[in-house]
């Protein structure tokens, strides 16, 4: 597996939506989720060229591979995390705080001031490790009577340490 060292940042390809919705799925599989629940999952995590081409969405690459995404939505002053995606095989190295740090660094860049996450219920510890609080819940988009966790980050909180 490729060192986050190396680990560079760049839009998204049209090309790569299906790259793209199997990283996502693959993530989800992370967590231990059955077939069922994944294909349950798989219209929501789908994505097509022309949804890369107008959203904005980066992709951690290293070494000619894709090895997770992110996609920041909306316009300041308040956004959304739609997507923060890992490959399983990367999970622990620090990759996903890299590109969560640089999904908040564009954001930033911007002009946003907070940044909503519908967190998957399983990596809701890592959002708040990371510094967002929750606020609330949400219905999920795929599956009925499921909810999921509602957080924000305040990106102009300052009692966060700053970065070194």
């Not at 789908?46 to 000619?64: L, Q």
Request: hydrophobic fraction near 45%; aromatic fraction near 8%.
């Amino acid at each position: 597996m490729a060192s986050v060292a190396t680990m560079t940042m760049r839009a998204a390809r049209p090309d790569e939506a299906g790259l793209l919705g199997e990283i996502a799925i693959r993530g989800k599989a992370h967590w231990g989720y059955d077939q069922e629940f994944l294909d349950a999952c798989r219209e929501e995590l789908t994505f097509t060229p022309e949804g890369v081409a107008a959203r904005r969405i980066v992709v951690a690459e290293s070494a000619g591979q894709v090895l997770g995404f992110y996609s920041l939505d909306g316009e300041a002053p308040a956004g959304e995390l739609g997507n923060l995606w890992v490959v399983p095989e990367s999970i622990g190295t620090g990759l996903g705080r890299m590109i969560f740090e640089s999904a908040m660094g564009t954001a930033r860049e911007l002009g946003f001031i907070t940044i909503k996450i519908e967190a998957e219920p399983r990596a809701e510890g890592f959002y708040l490790a990371m510094g967002a609080v929750r606020i609330g819940e949400v219905p999920s988009g795929s599956i009925r009577g499921r909810v999921l966790p509602l957080l924000r980050y305040d990106l102009n909180d300052r009692s966060r340490p700053a970065k070194a």
